[in-house]
């Protein structure tokens, strides 16, 4: 037993917040006043977490809480196998922890003009937090699992009660999409439990042993398992059509919370397992050739179709599936690695990994920031029709200098934390992909177009004559946007405040470890 406390303090004080309220709190600005202490309180945790981890220590895996629920003497079966409450953070996963703190403040703070039901709604997206939390803390494969269907009730409850539109239907589909993932993670889990030289589902013992093709289930199929079940949470082209509906009928802070960190799940999925775990696939050349196509796919599919959107929930939507297609292009380098660059493996690999784990993280924030100011455009205009819109800087200054830095963070203007992130994915998949990743590297000339072309016809031209006494952000409105903006900036400025994490979280993926070696 090994127990430290601030992780399970980290990940399950949202939920303790959760039980306050149901519990003991009727007043409904009792309530908005408690959650908002909650995960401020929250944030700071998360703060200390990554403050904590130290970078060039020895161990990989720190900050740990860790017992067992069942031992060696478990029998499933004629094998024995070992299962833990097991909470850790490496340099992959604590950045990670910290979004989810800072957009989850950002969630609660856009959640101050809901009037109905209003226990209810902070009893979910609460519990929502530590869900998220568990999955980027969580180091046994049941563990994990737990948090990641833990997720789908609070999302499903926010999306068809507080929702607008086709609410149900939204919630609806989003819940079939990510139970059908969950299922194939499951299959996933028990074929990896199933495996002859394995007996546990400790995440951290399986990334140093490896998956290999020793199981009973053929390992190809365990990865393509987990792909499938990471791949719709990312969501990668095509099955990214829950997104656009969800984020379209979603109130405003399930939208910061969904584009934020939820779609970061399936990329921390993508690098934790399908890249750390499988040392030995015997196809890892093909496997990342088509995992590189799936994205570039989604990164042009995407740009193209956020062009036709005249909704701003849907453009933003549709642009972080063209934005998550670079997180899978530097997974498919991930996988492919030493098969397809030799002794270069480290330096092109980790790039990769690192740039795609930097655009988890910084595409969370300036989405996060984009829906936030497209909720507060909607409280105050009443409609998202960008046709509808107009002129619109002139009357809020501060949310239009808002979206301006959010819209060129967005695609990628140098000094802003999105370059960054995706200049580091182009830079580590070129040499394996070249033409992907000259093919990828256009949608982000696609993305300068949307982007200009909606901030353009927005916040700039003539005004309509019912927005003349349309009011900016208040104060408290105004406050998650200027923590936001400020992450983006300060990112894009230093850089290295991300990078040395996630550099040092992917130089202990097994994968790539391995790989280096063999090259050396």
């Known amino acids: 037993m090994e127990f430290n406390g601030l992780l399970t303090a980290t990940v399950f004080l949202p939920l303790a917040g959760a039980i306050v309220i149901a519990a003991l709190l009727r007043s409904g600005g009792k309530v908005h006043l408690f959650a908002t202490l909650v995960l401020l309180a929250d944030l700071v945790l998360s ?55 800072l957009l989850g403040l950002a969630a609660v703070l856009a959640s101050w003009s809901i009037q109905t039901r209003v226990k209810e709604y902070f009893v979910w997206l609460l519990v929502l937090q530590t869900a998220v939390m568990g999955v980027f803390a969580a180091q046994d494969f049941l563990l994990f699992f737990l948090f990641w269907e833990l997720e789908l009730v609070p999302m ?37 439990a199933l495996t002859s030289n394995l007996a546990t589902f400790d995440m951290t013992q399986l990334s140093l042993m490896g998956i290999s093709s020793s199981s009973v289930v053929p390992v190809g199929l365990i990865f393509w ?3 499938a079940a990471f791949a719709i949470k990312l969501p990668v082209w095509p099955v990214h059509t ?4 969800a984020h379209t009928d979603a109130p405003t802070a399930v939208s910061i919370m969904l584009a934020g960190v939820l779609l970061k799940m399936g ?23 088509v995992l590189a196509v799936l994205a570039v796919v989604g990164v042009l599919y995407g740009a193209i179709v956020t062009l036709r959107q005249t909704d701003l929930k849907r453009l933003i939507a549709y642009s972080s599936v063209s934005h998550m297609g670079l997180v899978l292009l530097g997974v498919a380098v991930g996988v492919g690695g030493g098969t397809l660059f030799g002794s270069d493996s480290e330096n092109v690999a980790g790039l990769a990994l690192a740039g795609a784990s930097m655009q988890m993280f910084t595409h969370g924030t300036i989405t996060g920031l984009l829906f936030l100011l497209v909720g507060l455009v ?13 002129g619109l800087a002139g009357r809020m200054p501060l949310i239009a200098c808002g979206f301006l830095i959010a819209g060129l963070a967005s695609l990628g203007l140098p000094g802003l934390s999105g370059f960054v992130a995706e200049v580091m994915v182009f830079l580590g998949s070129f040499k394996a992909f070249a033409w ?32 003349d006494l349309i009011t900016d952000a208040s104060i408290l409105e105004a406050a998650p946007a200027v923590m936001l903006t400020a992450s983006i900036v300060v990112i894009g400025v230093y850089p290295s405040l991300l990078t040395d994490y996630f550099g040092a979280g992917i130089a202990h993926l097994s994968q790539v470890s391995d790989l280096v070696s063999a090259g050396k």
Not at 274 to 283: K, S, T, W
Not at 378 to 390: Q, V
Not at 449 to 462: A, Q, T
């Open 47 to 101: 703060g200390l977490v990554l403050s904590l981890y130290d970078r060039g220590g020895a161990e990989r895996f720190q900050i740990i809480d860790r017992f067992n629920w069942f031992g060696e003497g478990a029998i499933i079966g004629s094998a024995s196998f070992t299962a833990s409450y097991h909470l850790a953070v490496d340099g992959l996963s604590a950045p990670l922890v910290l979004l989810t703190g």
């Open 156 to 192: 499903y409850m926010l999306i068809s009660i507080w929702g607008t539109g086709r609410k149900e239907y939204s919630a609806m589909k989003f819940l079939v999409f990510t139970i059908l993932g969950g299922a194939f993670m499951l299959v996933g889990i028990i074929a990896v």
């Open 225 to 227: 398992f987990f792909v």
């Open 242 to 245: 829950w997104l656009p509906d």
């Open 267 to 289: 990329g921390y999925g993508l690098i934790r397992v399908c890249v750390g775990m499988f040392p030995e696939l015997e196809h890892a050349q093909t496997y990342a050739w």
């Open 378 to 390: 909607y409280e105050k205009a009443h409609t998202r029709y960008i046709p509808d819109l107009g």
């Open 436 to 467: 992907p990743t000259a093919l990828a590297a256009f949608g982000i000339v696609i993305a300068a177009g949307y982007i200009l072309w909606m901030l353009e016809r927005v916040l700039f031209g003539p005004r309509k004559e019912r927005f």
